[in-house]
C-alpha cells in the first residue's frame, strides 16, 4: 500500500519554471515505478512522465520531452517533476502515480489527490 500527497503546484507565467513534488509513504515505495499524469478541464487524464525504481530508466510523452525531467529519492520517498519553458497548454491538474512501468509509460496502481498548475500567456 501506497499513500501519495502531491505539493508544489502554483501559477507561472509562460518560459517559466515549476517543480512538483510527490512525497510516499509506505515501506515498498523503491519497488515501484512512479510517474506523472495530468488532466485538463474537459480532456482525458494522460501520461507525463515516469521512472523506474531505481531511477535508471525515464519515460517522457513527446510534448514535454527536453521540456520536464522527472526525478526520485528512495531514501526520502519523494518524486519530482521539474518543468521548464512552460507553455499555457501545460495547464492541468498533475497527478502521481505508482505501479509498474510498461511499454514507454507506467500502468499506475496508487494515485495522489492532484496539484494544479496553471501556465499563463
Known amino acids: 500500500q501506497v499513500q501519495l500527497v502531491e505539493s508544489g503546484g502554483g501559477l507561472v507565467q509562460a518560459g517559466g519554471s515549476l517543480r512538483v513534488s510527490c512525497a510516499a509513504s509506505?515501506?515498498?515505495?523503491?519497488?515501484?515505478?512512479m510517474g506523472w499524469f495530468r488532466q485538463a478541464p474537459g480532456k482525458e487524464r494522460e501520461f507525463v512522465a515516469a521512472i523506474s525504481w531505481s531511477g535508471g530508466i525515464t519515460y517522457y510523452v513527446d510534448s514535454v520531452k527536453g521540456r520536464f525531467t522527472i526525478s526520485r529519492d528512495n531514501v526520502q520517498n519523494m518524486v519530482y517533476l521539474q518543468m521548464n519553458s512552460l507553455k499555457p497548454e501545460d495547464t492541468a491538474v498533475y497527478y502521481c502515480?505508482?505501479?509498474?512501468?510498461?511499454?514507454?509509460?507506467?500502468?499506475?496502481?496508487?494515485w495522489g489527490q492532484g496539484t494544479q498548475v496553471t501556465v499563463s500567456s
Open positions: 509506505g515501506r515498498t515505495f523503491s519497488s515501484y515505478a
Open positions: 502515480a505508482a505501479g509498474r512501468l510498461s511499454t514507454a509509460q507506467i500502468i499506475p496502481g496508487y
